[in-house]
Structures are given as C-alpha cells and as structure tokens.
C-alpha cells in the first residue's frame, strides 16, 4: 500500500529487543539484556540533583542549544579529563544517548554504498544502523586482546574494499558483547593505521569507567596524542547511560569541529536538543561530586557479580561453555562446546526459565553459532548462581535430545 524507502521496505527489529517479550515470563532469570542494575542507581544523588534542577525553571522547561546546555557540556569535559581523555567543552556534541551520537556521524559522513568497517561480533545497533544506512560494511575480527589490527592492516593492504573506507566503529574498552579490551600495542597500531590510511575510528566507549579489574588503558582519543596527526581520525563517543542511568538519555560525542558542525546540524532536524530538563539533572549530580561516590560501589558490586557469573560457570559447566573473564564492563562472552547451536539451546533454556543472547545476534557474516552472550549486570548474586545452575539442567536436557 505504501511505498517505502529501500532501507524500510523489509526492516528486521533489534534481536535482542525480540527477546524481551520472554522477561515477563514469571521468574525468568535473564542475562540478556545490556541493562545496568536498577538496584543501584544512585537514587539519593539524582533525587537531589532533580530537586536543585527543579528551581531552574526557564533553563529545564525551555528549548535548549542543539549542542547542548553549556553547564553540562563543561561538566562532560570536566569528567573527560578527570578520566584522561582531556577535552574542551567546544569540542563535544550532547546526544540524547550515545546511540544518536552514531546516527548523526553516519548521516553526516556514510551514504549508500560507503565502505564501513566494524569489528565482529558487534554491537548490533550499530550493524542496524549501518545496514538502515546502506552501507557496505566490511567485518574485522575480534579476538581477546579486541581487534585484531593486523587483520585489519591485511585488509587495507589486500586492496579487496571496493572503496577506501569512511570509518571504522569498535568498543575498545570492555566491549559489547565481548567483554574484550583493545592492548595497549593495537591501539598505537589501530591509530597509525587509521592516519595511514585516512578513515574514522569511531571509538565507543559507554564502559570504560566498570573497570574492577587490572590497570586502566587511555583512551584511543587520549592516545591519539602519541601518534601524529591522528587525533583528526578520531571521533569519540561516550555516555551516562552505563555509569548513571540510561533514562537521562545523556551521551556525548566528541570529534573535529568539522564533523561536529555537521551532526549539530543533522541534530537540528532529529530533535532540535536533548532533554533539557535531564541535562541539567546530570549537570547538577555531575557538579555535586555524587558519581565519584557512586561510580565506585557499581564497579564493585558488578565486579562481585562478575566473579559469581564466571566462578559458578567454571563449577557447573566448565567443560560446555568456555569463557573469558572480562576486566570490566557487563558482558561474558561465551562459546558451547559440542558443536552446539546457542539459538537452539536458548530455547531450552527459556523452557527452565534462564536467558541470554545467543551469538549470531552479534554477527553480519561468518556466524559463530556456538557463541553467546551473558550480562552479570542486571541479575542478583542469588539470581547468578541459580541461573547458572538453570543453563546447567537446561543443557543437559538439551544434549539429551
Ligand atoms: N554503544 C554500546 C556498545 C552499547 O552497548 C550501548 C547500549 N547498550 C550504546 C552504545 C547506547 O548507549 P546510550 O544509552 O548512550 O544510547
């Protein structure tokens, strides 16, 4: 009846959106989603900040400057420098999460056909993004240590790409949905290559403040100081979403003033400004010193939770599901062994009410069927142990068949 644009014409939704209709099954323990623990927003600090916000009438009611309220972006790059990754409050974009941020710099810079490479498994709103885009997107693995660089130096050098691409979007630090963080090494490597060969990185980084394990790493923007002119092919984006709350709907990106001028302007027709009354509650729980209070007791608690997640997986199944610790974030990532089917055993398990996301959700191409997904964030400690024990009864029901 209607006719659509051809990026719209057969839209498949998020995979793991289409999981959410199992949490209200009744007990359901899940590992699926990438939502932060409810039980420990910070409350206290944001029901302050709200109050302090509500006296500021004109400025939370009003329409706000499509970059952003000048008193949070101060505050954003104030944060960014207390983290390392020294910023000016000019030089950052706030985005109604960091998730606009991507689709603003793809409106700006990716039309149909633009090579795009990402590294596999992804994020897989940012395979939705790019494939709603049209791009051409061109996958580079992934292995413990993050991407691998020298894969994607063999790519650039093969000269298969049908064009030189536009940019390249990874998770450096604590990834979704691998857990993995970039070395110290690729990241010098992954900047040299990206000057070399003039494309975008697109660092994302909504985790890299979870670190409870082992020492932090810079930033591929605070990096980008080490390794001549590559700061101009970086564009960063971050986010409160993971360390405060996702419903601020809070991220920013930060790029040359040439990118941001242009995805300011792409904003102006999306939203014309994010929430201005949120803005200044993060504003103020920012200026009140709460999240250095807070941010510790979330990394300790997800690092408990971490710790039960994979100890209990070393008990109960360490010979079906291998998995690599992670130092921070909210993500396991696992493979079966067997030669298992993960979509297969997720129904099984549904059936002894457990979750996760089975791997292919992650995958453009060479889909690693036996991979999975488990968050340790959102669950209780309680809720881990017995999930696991759920995974356990549901595989071997599984095998049985
Ligand atoms: N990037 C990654 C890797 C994520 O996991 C998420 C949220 N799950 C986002 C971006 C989006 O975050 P936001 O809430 O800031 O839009």
New binding site residues.
Partial sequence: MYTFTPAFEAPTGSPIRELFKYLGQPGMISFAG?YPASDLFDRDGLDAAAARASQQTTLCLQYGPTDGLPVLKEELAKLMTRRGTPCTAPELLVTT????GFDLLLRVLVGAGDVVLVEQPA?P?TLQALKLQQADVVTVPVDQDGLDVNALAALLEAGTLKRPPKLLYT?PTFA?PTGATLSYARRIALLELATRHRFLIVE?D?YGDLRFAGAALPSLLALSAEVPGSRDWVVH?S?L?KIVA?GL?V?WTVAHAEILRRCIVAKQTVDLCSSPWTQVIAAEYLASGALEVHLPKIVAAYAVKCTTLCDALDTHLKDDIAVHRPAGGMFVWGRLAGGYDASAYLKTCIGQNVMFVPGVAFYKDNVDLASLRLSFAAPGVSDIEAGVLRMKQALERFAAV
């Fill in positions: 990438g999460g960091s998730q606009q994020y709103a998770v979704n994302d909504p984006f986010s979403s996702p709907r991220g």
